[in-house]
């Protein structure tokens, strides 16, 4: 295994081994950028996904607030009738 010394001569992992703190903190600059653009889209398609997930619930909840009005019609239709029955029967 190499010591770290040994890898300060290698050109391509300078990047790795620098004490310059200009160098240090461009790289931090450049990774920052990075990790901002990777979260950016990863919040653009969490969003795009509530948007197709909202449409689905409001489908959903539209179908059940109907089957619901049906139902309530319906009893109150039973109960109406059972009412007439059984002023009629009286």
């Known amino acids: ?5 040994g ?3 290698r050109k ?3 990047w790795l ?8 903190g461009t790289l931090y600059l450049v990774t920052s950028f990075v990790f901002f653009i990777i ?15 909202r449409a ?3 489908t ?3 179908r059940l607030r ?12 039973l109960a109406f009738g059972t009412v007439l029955v059984a002023l009629s029967a009286g």
């Open 1 to 5: 295994m190499k010591s770290i010394d």
């Open 7 to 9: 890898l300060r001569g």
């Open 12 to 14: 391509g992992l300078t």
């Open 17 to 24: 081994t620098t004490t310059d703190h200009k160098t240090i």
């Open 39 to 53: 979260s950016r889209a990863s919040w653009q398609r969490t969003a795009r996904r509530g948007e197709e997930l």
């Open 56 to 58: 689905q619930y409001e």
């Open 60 to 62: 959903r909840y539209r």
């Open 66 to 77: 109907q089957r619901l009005l049906g139902w309530v019609l319906l009893g109150c239709a």
